[in-house]
């Protein structure tokens, strides 16, 4: 579904991602960790070509991503749903607006078929009938769910979640990743959750990569990661000591 290849990312003389090769797989849900600075939110924009790398290249779908022109990334980016950190609603529009903001840039759908649509990705995130509220009137993990139905909402193949359970509370971070968890399985999508939270990492991932310092330095499936003996790797288990180990 997605391969990076060497790819390099540089700020003001800074090398913030050092040479990430990558493979991600059609159909499994990848979480790529790391502390703040890391480079790992850095490495998402990238995937949806929000920025361009410094060097590399970068595949979606065996098509080459980082030399298309804005209008060509366009078409790419239709392919992909992203939920932003913090939601990134516009608080002048109501829910259903919201949800229906890019079924309305870049499809011709006549307006019943866009609310029909909307109507459908609410209920999928367990928001039904909200369509007429507006965003500040929603606590923050009503907000991240009206963030992913309007991601869901273009039908795409991959969808990106940087930090989607930064500001939440452990129970609302829960019923996140089992949102998360439940939207792979009925839409069959690739997914890539960019996050710092270890316990939602092992509970949401097929594979988790972890990028330290800029630099990919691991990357294996759930239970292979946990016995990584790695220093850099073993220091992120430590926020697991509150949940057991047959719950991760």
Request: aromatic letters at 4%; charged letters at 30%; hydrophobic letters at 40%.
């Given at each position: 579904?997605?391969?990076?290849?060497?790819?390099?990312?540089?700020?003001?003389?800074?090398?913030?991602?050092?040479?990430?090769?990558?493979?991600?797989?059609?159909?499994?849900?990848?979480?790529?960790?790391?502390?703040?600075?890391?480079?790992?939110?850095?490495?998402?924009?990238?995937?949806?070509?929000?920025?361009?790398?410094?060097?590399?290249?970068?595949?979606?779908?065996?098509?080459?991503?980082?030399?298309?022109?804005?209008?060509?990334?366009?078409?790419?980016?239709?392919?992909m749903?992203?939920?932003?950190?913090?939601?990134?609603?516009?608080?002048?529009?109501?829910?259903?607006?919201?949800?229906?903001?890019?079924?309305?840039?870049?499809?011709?759908?006549?307006?019943?078929?866009?609310?029909?649509?909307?109507?459908?990705?609410?209920?999928?995130?367990?928001?039904?009938?909200?369509?007429?509220?507006?965003?500040?009137?929603?606590?923050?993990?009503?907000?991240?769910?009206?963030?992913?139905?309007?991601?869901?909402?273009?039908?795409?193949?991959?969808?990106?979640?940087?930090?989607?359970?930064?500001?939440?509370?452990?129970?609302?971070?829960?019923?996140?990743?089992?949102?998360?968890?439940?939207?792979?399985?009925?839409?069959?999508?690739?997914?890539?959750?960019?996050?710092?939270?270890?316990?939602?990492?092992?509970?949401?991932?097929?594979?988790?990569?972890?990028?330290?310092?800029?630099?990919?330095?691991?990357?294996?499936?759930?239970?292979?990661?946990?016995k990584?003996?790695?220093?850099?790797?073993?220091?992120?288990?430590?926020?697991?000591?509150?949940v057991?180990?047959?719950?991760?």
């Amino acid at each position: 579904m997605i391969k990076i290849e060497d790819v390099g990312k540089v700020y003001d003389g800074k090398e913030v991602l050092k040479h990430i090769h990558l493979n991600i797989e059609d159909g499994e849900t990848l979480a790529i960790i790391g502390g703040s600075g890391s480079g790992k939110s850095t490495l998402l924009r990238l995937l949806i070509g929000l920025i361009r790398p410094s060097y590399g290249k970068i595949w979606v779908n065996d098509e080459e991503i980082t030399h298309l022109d804005e209008h060509e990334l366009d078409r790419v980016r239709l392919r992909m749903g992203m939920v932003f950190q913090y939601s990134a609603l516009f608080d002048s529009m109501t829910v259903g607006d919201n949800v229906a903001f890019g079924l309305r840039e870049h499809t011709k759908k006549s307006e019943e078929e866009i609310r029909a649509i909307v109507k459908e990705k609410l209920h999928i995130v367990g928001l039904d009938g909200v369509e007429n509220r507006m965003p500040p009137e929603l606590s923050g993990g009503m907000q991240k769910r009206v963030s992913l139905a309007r991601a869901i909402a273009i039908e795409p193949e991959i969808i990106l979640y940087d930090e989607p359970s930064s500001g939440l509370d452990p129970i609302m971070s829960e019923k996140i990743d089992q949102l998360i968890i439940h939207t792979q399985r009925e839409l069959h999508v690739t997914s890539i959750v960019v996050t710092h939270d270890m316990a939602s990492a092992c509970r949401i991932a097929d594979r988790i990569a972890m990028i330290y310092e800029g630099e990919l330095i691991a990357v294996a499936p759930v239970e292979e990661f946990k016995k990584l003996k790695d220093k850099r790797v073993q220091a992120f288990f430590h926020t697991l000591r509150t949940v057991k180990e047959d719950e991760a």
